[in-house]
């Protein structure tokens, strides 16, 4: 039942553990825009969608989650369409699969490696969506538009407003020496005065260093302190100057404003940033949980959720509203019925200083 970071070819689910809970208090025990087909059964977790496009290969541009909440397989051909519907899943036909939208991406990076652009394969309309922002040139737009005439139907070009520089927010990916997966919690100030964030303990397994992506080649910051079992935080040191608010990634194009800390209670809405399952909501459903999952890595005094969380979450930012509350732990995510653990922000700035901006 804990959620456990990524690991390189890992072979068993972060979910097949299971976990005594130990409640303590306030607890209740073809087309390219084909619209999607709907079955009847039960909806697979955002977790079995992903898994899902993965194994579709080429013939699934990815999943993603749609207005409802649904989670949506995309799919190029009827035969994987029906794959789909027999888990449950919703499927939508689209115009091309991953393998394709790859060798646009990699055709990008070998061809237009310009300061101020991005891309990103966007699963719903089975295009590479093209970021430029206002310090790209006319000339290197030109080079743009160049490039994508060679897959015109494949490529959506976006002008961005403003600046796209390294952020670190949280709900952002961040990747140890050892190449855990992981999310970053919140932005804090040390006791030193320098700049830093938390994570789950849990996540720094050895590997003090962290990294945006995997394969970067300067470090975004080290692990002065942590607590495993027992509690699960990590307070990490940055050694990079980038611009870092005290805000949250809500995977929209737009950050959320952190005030401070706030207090968990039972019924409190919450929200979950993380880099695997994005954004989630749900309600608090119990705090003052105590986790014993058969690794022996008892964890007290947690607050627990029916957020939905994956693989890559851990360390993530519980919020509501302005307030951070928590830094996801782990839990449990079976066909979209869903328990998050979360470590409680006012603890961890009670036994280390920190200060949440």
Known sequence: MML??????????????????????????APAHASPARVAQGKPSPEQALALAERLGNRSAGAYQDGNGDMVVTVTDQQAAREVQQTGAIAKTVGRGARDLKAVTDMLARDFTI???AWY???????????????????DLSRLNDLTRRVPSATRIRR????????????????????????????????????GFLTAGHCAD???????????PLPIGGVIDKRFPGDDWAV?????????????????????D???????????????SGARSFVTRGKVTGVGVTVNPNTDETVYDLIMTDVCAVNGDSGGALFSGSKAIGIVKGGENTNGRCVTFAQPVNKVIEQTGVQIY
Do not use: H
């Open 4 to 29: 456990l970071p990524i690991k390189r070819r890992q072979t068993r689910s972060a979910f097949a553990a299971v976990v005594v809970v130990v409640m303590t208090g306030g607890l209740s025990a």
């Open 115 to 117: 300061p101020g652009t």
């Open 121 to 139: 394969a966007d699963p719903e309309t089975a295009q590479v969506v093209v970021m430029a922002d206002s310090t790209v040139t006319d000339k």
């Open 160 to 195: 961005q407003p403003g600046r796209i520089e390294d952020t670190a927010a949280s709900g952002d990916k961040i990747v140890s020496k050892s190449k855990v997966v992981c999310s970053l919690g919140f932005n804090v100030k040390l006791r030193s005065g320098e700049g």
């Open 206 to 216: 050895g590997g003090n260093s962290y990294w945006f992506q995997d394969g970067s």
């Open 236 to 256: 990490v040191r940055y050694l990079k100057d980038i611009p870092r608010p005290g805000a949250v990634n809500l995977y929209n194009g737009t950050l959320r």
């Open 258 to 272: 952190i005030d401070g800390p706030g207090t968990a209670w039972k019924g409190r809405d919450v929200a979950k």
